[in-house]
């Protein structure tokens, strides 16, 4: 389960740079929670070749994360806001304060949230 989560995260990330036929697949697999058979009959190739789109688009991927570290960066970013949102929600702040920082959060995590 852990591999399909990650294939789901590194699609989210990187799907853009697959092939149309590698991302649906793709998609459909880490998503959808698709069988292989399943995807064969929507795409209307063999197992086989939905298996063959699967190792090359997932080492693809990978060949990404490896050379960019997008999702590494990703990760750490959302704990780093996390960590200053607990810390500066134990500091006493004017409400007006609280209010423009929990923007400046907010508007922190939807950038990386796109």
Known sequence: MDRIFELGKLLDM???LLTDRQRSVVDQYANENCSLAEI???EEISR???RDLLVRAEHTLHSYEDRLHL???AAQQRSIVGAMARRFHDVSLAPAERDAFDAFLLTLTEIWED
């Open 14 to 16: 990187y799907g853009a």
């Open 40 to 42: 064969a009959e929507r």
């Open 48 to 50: 086989q070749a939905v």
């Open 71 to 73: 999702c590494e960066k």
